[in-house]
T-cell receptor, first 116, second 115 residues
Framework: IAGITQAPTSQILAAGRRMTLRCTQDMRHNAMYWYRQDLGLGLRLIHYSNTAGTTGKGEVPDGYSVSRANTDDFPLTLASAVPSQTSVYFC???????????????FGSGTRLTVV | AQSVTQLGSHVSVSEGALVLLRCNYSSSVPPYLFWYVQYPNQGLQLLLKYTTGATLVKGINGFEAEFKKSETSFHLTKPSAHMSDAAEYFCAVSGPNTGGFKTIFGAGTRLFVKA
């Protein structure tokens, strides 16, 4: 079934450690996104990529980095984890058109990260 | 800048009753509007969307939403709630004023369905 695969599904991480959350899609979508979901705050955009080779900062980028070496993969790296990065992380992708993204997003199942 | 407001963080209905989840957006130009549903321990799933054309849009699982430009609203409804509808619902907006058509999500409304 076409979709997005995120790994790991959950992780407990010591503060100060480096961690990479993996995201792979098989739909050949141009655009990919990383969101974090926190209770009462909804989803907040961390980083995005409109096409392979380009990335951009979202609403809450500090402490996170991304890369987009190819169309399918969009890993999110926490260079030095802090407890405030405890959250559920969702990767998403979408088709894009010349007028913008109006097709809606496909989401992965999420990674639950706890930083202690 | 565009924003999305969902009225009510929690809504409780009885099984068989009408479901109404409210969403208002702020935008100076007609946006693209979406509703997503999230079941426990899962990612978000697109329920329905409005881009252009007919203002009443139908989605999966019997849900529908109506785009009302004069009220800047995009409320989600379902005539008869089912226990399986219990989930969290997110309204979202995308358009030229969201920074390159990125999607902005509301804070979510959790729907409870009582037997």
């Amino acid at each position: 079934i076409a979709g997005i695969t995120q790994a790991p599904t959950s992780q407990i991480l010591a503060a100060g450690r480096r961690m990479t959350l993996r995201c792979t899609q098989d739909m050949r979508h141009n655009a990919m996104y990383w969101y974090r979901q926190d209770l009462g705050l909804g989803l907040r955009l961390i980083h995005y990529s409109n096409t392979a080779g380009t990335t951009g900062k979202g609403e809450v980028p500090d402490g996170y980095s991304v890369s987009r070496a190819n169309t399918d993969d969009f890993p999110l790296t926490l260079a030095s984890a802090v407890p405030s990065q405890t959250s559920v992380y969702f990767c998403a992708s979408s088709r894009t058109s010349s007028g913008g993204s109006n097709y809606g997003y496909t989401f992965g199942s999420g990674t639950r990260l706890t930083v202690v | 800048a565009q924003s999305v407001t969902q009225l009510g963080s929690h809504v409780s209905v009885s099984e068989g009753a009408l479901v109404l989840l409210r969403c208002n957006y702020s935008s100076s130009v007609p946006p693209y509007l979406f509703w997503y549903v999230q079941y426990p321990n899962q990612g978000l799933q697109l329920l329905l969307k409005y881009t252009t054309g007919a203002t009443l849009v139908k989605g999966i699982n019997g849900f529908e939403a109506e785009f009302k430009k004069s009220e800047t609203s995009f409320h989600l409804t379902k005539p008869s709630a089912h226990m399986s509808d219990a989930a969290e619902y997110f309204c979202a907006v995308s358009g030229p004023n969201t920074g390159g058509f990125k999607t902005i999500f509301g804070a979510g409304t959790r729907l409870f369905v009582k037997a």
